[in-house]
């Protein structure tokens, strides 16, 4: 039998998580002696069952940290190329306001000429199916 600190050791994991999994019932064998935990030799470590969805998993493409569009207006480049946040919301708005005219007032480098090419993107006719640049966003 050995103590949380020692299975700790050979997992790899920090002394409270192999707590929590005595604590959880995860670690078949294990009982608590007094205040601490004895775990079998032979215990498996169990599976880590708070990530869920693999979301939250990082690896190496996608933690590439991207440029900052600045300066960059075409839509299609800055939302593949650079850092991009969503805010297809807009064309949802856009569209529910009905408005016979729409002024977009902000300072410079608020995105108002990228946000004009968005809503290029999304309404133009084209021989092009643009509806993909818009297949993993929030509209």
Do not use: H
């Amino acid at each position: 039998m050995k103590s949380c600190k020692e299975m700790a050791v050979v997992w790899g994991i920090s002394e409270r998580r192999v707590t929590e999994f005595c604590k959880e019932g995860m670690i078949p064998g294990a009982v608590k002696v007094g205040k601490r935990w004895q775990i079998p030799d032979d215990a498996k470590r169990p599976a880590d069952k708070r990530i869920v969805t693999g979301r939250y998993i990082k690896s190496g493409v996608e933690n590439e940290k991207k440029p900052l569009p600045v300066g960059i207006s075409d839509y299609i480049r800055a939302q593949s190329e650079y850092y991009y946040v969503d805010k297809t919301l807009l064309i949802k708005e856009f569209l529910d306001r009905k408005a016979f005219v729409s002024l977009f007032t902000r300072p410079r480098r608020f995105g108002k000429t990228l946000n004009m090419d968005m809503l290029r993107v999304f309404f133009e006719i084209s021989d092009e199916d643009t509806s993909r640049y818009f297949t993993d966003k929030e509209i």
